[in-house]
């Protein structure tokens, strides 16, 4: 670790040296713009950044180096053959037949091969009993998929994250910290800190046990996670995570050395000229329509199906709804887009890189966060949009919940959209209608007020300097 500080000739410590970091995260990094900007933050403050992530093609087998914003991703494949581990029996037996017939025999290996093989047979057999069973009860296909969902969530830890774990951390350069992105991210820090004496960072992004499927899982599945969690938490020097209410709910589980919040806000942005119409184009939404728009993850409760039933609203006949975004909902929304009811007036935009964001969601009229109340983890949620909407001068329209009302309605000067019931259409409708039926005047009030508060408090540049502290002092 650098420890070694840089003198004045006055006399005077300037602070520690510029460090050695390593970042992980389970995605490919193209649009995590939480990761990309705290590895180009800290880039920027004199650090050499690395970001180990996956493969951007699924079936990639070769490392791929890329250099943005003044840091280095490297990009490595998850381990080929995860999917089926059952399908490891021949490769186990050959692995088996090797070690035997080694002269002399190959003891060490022995055991190794001999557990491989023994697991592959087992799943092999797993699988024709359910499968089996499943045809027996007269089971539909799509029900008895194989391996059953606990199990393929067993399965991904151990062949896909934790795989890709040991993979990422060989590849990984010496540094003097590590710094892991969630929980999918932390195992590869934990390995390479391990490796280089060096401390590591849980950088939890949600809160995990509590968040996505993550929630529904059976107990014995969340009491694993939440062993995990605490005990690779343990060993590191430092929490990062989103908001206050995360922070309370983190400390209190996982007892952090130290914890440092970091809100997920875009840099201050200065749109050039008048509202831009990119977002209208592309949508195809005649001018002078208004557009309402929902960014971000199409993932299950985050309130496609009633933001979509919200415009079938009185009083919205005449607005137009505009997803942008990816994920795996998106055949959902290809459904909801072609829905005669709504008389075309539902629309599909692809993502775009972090970069084109703001500009992008700066032509809504309302952008609209119902985030459905199904975890504690949207409860207390402060999602990236909310803030990237506020930085575009964009009003929101969020879900009545303790955190994300609190920045909409207490803003000192004045609020910065509206809330509303998330679970029943009407509400949402009847949030949005309450801002596109102010006068113009009152309307470009409320837009100022969202660029104000992002000048003023909402921001990168405010949000950053706690990161930054907090590796100035792990450096020194």
Not at 146 to 156: F, Q
């Amino acid at each position: 670790m650098i420890q070694a500080m840089a003198t004045t000739e006055a006399g005077q410590d300037p602070g520690p040296r510029p460090g050695r970091i390593v970042m992980y995260v389970f995605n490919d990094a193209t649009l995590d713009s939480r990761v990309r900007r705290e590895a180009a933050t800290l880039a920027a403050a004199g650090h050499t950044v690395t970001l180990l992530a996956t493969a951007i093609d699924p079936e990639a087998s070769a490392i791929e180096r890329e250099r943005v914003d003044g840091f280095e991703i490297i990009r490595v494949p998850t381990p080929r053959g995860w999917r089926q581990p059952w399908s490891l029996r021949r490769r186990s037996v050959g692995r088996l037949t090797k070690a035997i017939r080694r002269r002399p025999l190959d003891l060490a290996d022995l055991p190794g091969a001999t557990g491989s093989l023994l697991l592959a047979l087992s799943l092999s057999a797993a699988r024709g009993l359910y499968l089996g069973g499943s045809r027996a009860t007269g089971r539909a296909a799509g029900e008895a998929a194989w391996p059953p969902s606990n199990l393929a969530w067993l399965l991904t830890w151990r062949y896909a994250i934790l795989g890709w774990a040991r993979a990422a951390a060989a590849a990984a350069p010496a540094a003097d910290v590590h710094h892991g992105h969630d929980l999918t991210g932390l195992p590869a820090a934990l390995q390479a800190a391990r490796r280089d004496g060096a401390p590591a960072v849980y950088d939890s992004h949600e809160i995990f046990v509590d968040s996505g499927s993550n929630a529904s899982r059976p107990g014995w599945a969340r009491r694993l996670l939440r062993r995990m969690e605490r005990r690779w938490s343990g060993r590191t020097a430092a929490l990062v995570t989103v908001n206050q209410a995360y922070a309370r709910v983190l400390t209190a589980r996982l007892k952090p050395r130290r914890t440092v919040i970091v809100h997920n806000c875009p840099p201050r942005w200065d749109p050039a000229g008048p509202q831009s119409d990119r977002l209208r184009v592309a949508a195809g939404v005649p001018a002078g329509a208004p557009l309402i728009l929902y960014h971000g993850a199409f993932s299950l409760n985050r309130g496609l199906e009633q933001l979509a039933a919200a415009i079938l609203e009185p009083g919205l006949e005449a607005a137009h709804l505009v997803y942008l975004g990816y994920g795996g909902q998106r055949a959902l929304v290809e459904e909801l887009v072609a829905d005669p009811r709504t008389a075309g007036r539902v629309h599909l935009v692809d993502a775009v890189p972090p970069e084109e964001l703001l500009e992008m969601v700066s032509g809504a009229d309302v952008d609209a966060i119902p985030l459905q109340p199904s975890t504690l983890n949207h409860w207390l949620c402060t999602p990236n949009k909310l803030f990237e909407s506020l930085t575009a001068g964009v009003p929101v329209i969020v879900s009545d919940f303790p955190v994300m009302r609190g920045i909409v309605l207490d803003d000192s000067g004045g609020p910065l959209g509206g809330v509303c019931d998330p679970a029943q259409p009407a509400s949402i409708a009847g949030a949005i209608r309450a801002i596109l039926e102010l006068a113009p005047d009152d309307r470009a009030a409320l837009r100022e007020r969202c660029l104000a508060a992002a000048r003023e408090r909402w921001n990168w540049e405010t949000e950053s300097r706690g990161l930054l502290q907090l590796y100035a002092d792990l450096l020194a």
